[in-house]
């Protein structure tokens, strides 16, 4: 079983930058690709962006391109998602994902507000 933590969201102005992190705890970190993924108030979950097991493959969403980086630290057993000139349609809670073979396990959420 793996366990997910987000942390590091909260409240910044339009143009603002954050830092999301996902500890994560409870089995091999490393072998798995690992997403982001938001979802804002009364719209599905979408995807953000997404990080290989090696760190050296990423995908990102056409609205974040450009704005968001995501990367891993296997040795601390986390994965970061850098956001930059964050807009206030970027507010949502952002979740992050780890997937293993056919499994997926979801983190609880952090909360992120743009303000404009």
């Known amino acids: 079983q793996l366990q997910l933590v987000e942390s590091g969201g909260g409240l910044v102005q339009a143009g603002g930058s954050l830092r999301l992190s996902c500890a994560a705890s409870?089995?091999?970190?490393?072998?798995?690709?690992m997403d982001w993924y938001r979802q804002a108030p009364g719209k599905e979950r979408e995807f953000v962006a997404a990080?290989?097991?090696?760190?050296?493959?990423?995908t990102y969403a056409d609205s974040v391109k450009g704005r968001f980086t995501i990367s891993r630290d296997n040795a601390k057993n986390t994965v970061y998602l850098q956001m930059n000139n964050l807009k206030p349609e970027d507010t949502a809670v952002y979740y992050c994902k780890a997937t293993f073979g056919a499994i997926d396990y979801w983190g609880q959420g952090t909360q992120v507000t743009v303000s404009s």
């Open positions: 990080i290989g097991w090696s760190g050296g493959r990423t």
């Open positions: 409870g089995r091999t970190f490393s072998s798995g690709r």
